[in-house]
């Protein structure tokens, strides 16, 4: 049987994407990862998809006269690879309503905090990371959801907690964070293509 398809959409170092590439290499995911998109030219993501032989490309806004025409770009990308998975590892942008709509349920985002805190608009990054120590909050963590039409408010697949440490600034709650993000982003990957999830209403079940 042939591997399932991954999409992986990225905008920054892409050290999630690597937790990916690393789960399959060592043969815990069933599935291969069949081209990168980032919404940035410079992205390093870029050069660790390359590395691997992935077919990696770039389509920034400035790409394109508009808005439309740049989403109508990622979304024909996403289509000619023909993905069972798409996967946002730190995708800075908004998916296309186009796009959710014909892969619902098949698109998958890491956000760097427990949702529903601290998510939505404007908030990525270290922007989530300032929010939570400027709120004063004891503990912080990731969160791994299916993507729908609205920022950060599809259902949750896994979520894990880090502490807030007496003294931290931004870096230093990232980082801890980011630990959490390469365990359970794979692992969700993971569940999906052994098609252990099952969504009802706002729940997903994992299936043993």
């Not at 998109?37 to 990696?56: F, H, Q, T, V, W």
């Not at 806004?61 to 979304?75: E, G, I, L, P, T």
């Not at 069972?84 to 186009?98: E, F, H, K, S």
């Not at 709509?101 to 404007?122: D, Q, T, V």
Request: neutral net charge; hydrophobic residues 45%.
């Amino acid at each position: 049987m042939p591997l399932k398809r991954i999409v992986v959409m990225v905008s920054g170092g892409g050290s999630n994407m690597q937790a990916v590439m690393d789960g399959i290499s060592a043969g815990e995911i069933p599935g291969q990862i069949v081209r990168v998109i980032s919404s940035a030219a410079k992205a390093y993501a870029l050069e660790r998809a390359r590395a691997n032989g992935i077919e990696a490309i770039a389509l920034p806004k400035r790409y394109f006269d508009s808005d439309a025409a740049c989403d109508q770009a990622r979304h024909r990308a996403i289509d000619e690879a023909k993905p069972d998975l798409i996967l946002l590892a730190g995708y800075l942008g908004i998916v296309p309503r186009q796009t959710v709509e014909k892969y619902r349920g098949r698109i998958i985002n890491i956000h760097p905090a427990l949702i529903p805190s601290f998510c939505g608009k404007g908030m990525y990054g270290h922007h989530v990371h300032e929010a939570v120590l400027a709120y004063g909050a004891k503990v912080s963590g990731a969160t791994v959801h299916f993507v729908e039409e609205g920022v950060d408010t599809g259902p949750i697949i896994l979520q894990d907690t880090v502490p807030v440490l007496q003294g931290d600034d931004a870096d230093a709650l990232a980082a801890r964070v980011l630990q959490v993000e390469h365990r359970i982003f794979p692992l969700a990957a993971k569940l999906f293509l052994e098609d252990k999830l099952r969504v009802q209403g706002r729940r997903v079940w994992i299936e043993e």
